[in-house]
């Protein structure tokens, strides 16, 4: 089995006659592990190479250190006697402290430095990962690779370094990150760290159904609604932003607007408008929760309501815009849930 999977990451890394020649004699790199540190950086790449059928595949962990990040790149290709080629790279680990300054300049030099796809995933790591010692399988069919193709588990984790870059851009934004751990072999889903509010970044959170957040909905996630004994996928989860002003005050309404699929009910009787209300009361009140927890005490626009205040109210935007987010202290908010859920495979009664 493992062999399959290695043929068919070669066979999909060969498509192309103008490129295979090139790509046979360098070092495929499935995942790579960054991190900063006092005097440099610190590479490691798990990798993939090429070999004749009658051989065993070669894979493993090279690690490389330098003071640029080029020049640990280069000690990794000494090491393997090969260039890397970085294009079929799965995911981009992220081994770095709670600062969102250094988290923004790490993924701006890997970005000018090694040209990574825009679209390759982020996450965070508690501790290193790739090291020679450990299993080298962790992205060629291994854990991590079960990990990251399956969205029961993902969560939103699948936000790719173009999607940090463009939202660190602006400093009243923020993003958020999975933070990964290995236990017994096991990848372990240690919660959510949110980047944003120009140094100011929040310890990994209890993950939760809006977190990481994405107001595109891009990700599907499950839920076990316990009172009406359904288990849903969240199919699309979309935050919509409306400002409100009265007199002196303003206050914004946060619509969360959830569409899901019933996947599993405790009883064929169970009613979809009860898990339908049930759904709506977790989304108020994490999204409250989520309010305080970051946005009241940790001054980050987790809910990217500025940008929403730039276009519906302008000329307010104009006046705050330089003080954003300090001024969300002061605005009252209040979480509205619009659930609907479906039966597509005819679980329930009628």
């Excluded at 290695?6 to 498509?15: D, E, P, S």
């Excluded at 958020?176 to 889903?189: D, I």
């Excluded at 519906?312 to 969300?328: G, R, S, V, Y």
């Excluded at 605005?331 to 009664?349: H, M, Q």
């Amino acid at each position: 089995m493992k062999r399959c999977l290695l043929a068919a990451m070669l066979l999909l890394c060969l498509c192309g006659c103008g490129r295979t020649d090139r790509i046979a004699h360098q070092t495929i790199v499935t995942a790579l592990e960054i991190t900063p540190a006092e005097d440099g950086w610190q590479l490691a790449v798990e990798y993939l190479q090429q070999t004749p059928p009658d051989q065993p595949a070669a894979y493993g962990v090279l690690t490389g250190e330098g003071e640029e990040l080029h020049l640990a790149l280069s000690a990794i290709e000494q090491q393997s006697g090969r260039s890397l080629y970085l294009e079929n790279c799965r995911v981009l680990l992220v081994c770095c402290p709670p600062d969102t300054t250094v988290f923004r300049q790490l993924l701006e030099e890997v970005d000018k430095t090694l040209k990574l796809r825009p679209t390759i995933p982020v996450a965070v790591i508690a501790k290193r990962m790739l090291t020679p010692e450990k299993d080298p399988e962790l992205f060629v069919g291994g854990e991590g690779d079960r990990f990251f193709s399956n969205n029961r588990r993902m969560d939103g984790g699948r936000l790719t370094l173009k999607d940090h870059l463009n939202t660190l851009k602006d400093p009243s934004r923020c993003t958020a990150s999975v933070v990964l751990e290995l236990e017994e072999e096991r990848m372990v889903r240690k919660g959510t760290v949110l980047w944003g509010s120009e140094q100011a970044a929040v310890l990994p959170l209890q993950d939760g159904l809006l977190l990481p957040l994405s107001t595109a909905g891009r990700n599907s996630r499950w839920v076990m609604l316990e009172k009406s004994g359904l288990e849903v996928e969240i199919k699309n989860l979309v935050c919509q932003v409306h400002w409100d002003e009265t007199g002196e005050t303003f206050g914004l309404t946060i619509t969360l607007r959830c569409r899901g699929e019933l996947r599993w009910a405790r009883e064929e009787s169970a009613q979809l408008d009860l898990g339908e209300g049930e759904l709506a009361g977790l989304l108020e009140a994490q999204g409250e929760q989520l309010w305080r927890q970051i946005t009241e005490e940790k001054g980050i626009d987790l809910f990217d309501t500025g940008k929403a205040l730039s276009w519906q109210k302008p000329e307010i935007w104009k006046i705050l815009e330089d003080t954003w987010p300090d001024p969300l202290g002061k605005a009252s908010c209040k979480f509205v849930a619009d659930v609907v859920l479906s039966d597509p495979s005819g679980l329930l009664e009628g």
